[in-house]
């Protein structure tokens, strides 16, 4: 995984989260990373063990800024043009940003019931995802990165769904690819 955020390249591997200034490699964290790296204008952010990271490209910068002991591992870290941070944990049961007003709970499915979440994708200011629930039936949702505008997309038209990919953004459109049973 990697990133760049102030001129620094931000890179995991097994030994932890390193940023090289074209000279040195400084540790950012110890732990490798869980998922993706991303990052936009002067911060970056990564996970590693379950632990969000912010950075701006020195050890002195990162802080860790939201742990979940019930969740191991983070994924999906996907960034919206205002800078909301979204992700996911790692048995795709919840959905969590980071916005202005910290790190709170987009989204709750019923893990142990056999709910997931699958990729997060972004196109223009929304976030889409799919869910499925634990009777098999798979959703379309978006999202701003606010529970008030987090919601199905009604794909009727289309019949059931029962598999979906991450999806792309190209031209500000959501391309993604969305199969039945057929």
Do not use: C, R
Request: aromatic share 10%; glycine share 12%; charged share 5%.
């Amino acid at each position: 995984y990697h990133a760049e955020v102030n001129g620094v390249l931000l890179v995991g591997g097994t030994n932890g989260v390193f940023a090289f200034n074209g000279t040195t490699f400084t540790q950012l964290s110890t732990n490798w990373p869980d998922s993706e790296m991303v990052s936009s204008g002067n911060t970056a952010y990564f996970s590693a063990h379950g632990t969000l990271y912010q950075t701006n490209g020195s050890a002195a910068g990162t802080t860790a800024i939201f742990t979940n002991p019930n969740f191991p591992q983070l994924s999906n870290l996907t960034l919206l043009p205002n800078g909301t941070l979204a992700f996911s944990d790692a048995f795709g049961n919840a959905i969590w940003v980071k916005d202005a007003g910290g790190v709170h709970q987009l989204t709750d499915f019923n893990a142990s019931a056999g709910d997931s979440i699958t990729g997060l994708s972004v196109a223009g200011n929304t976030i889409y995802f799919t869910a499925k629930s634990s009777t098999g039936v798979v959703n379309l949702w978006s999202s701003d990165g606010t529970a008030a505008n987090t919601h199905i997309i009604d794909t009727s038209v289309l019949g059931p769904i029962s598999s979906a990919n991450n999806g792309f953004a190209f031209g500000g459109n959501m391309f993604m690819v969305l199969m039945g049973d057929d």
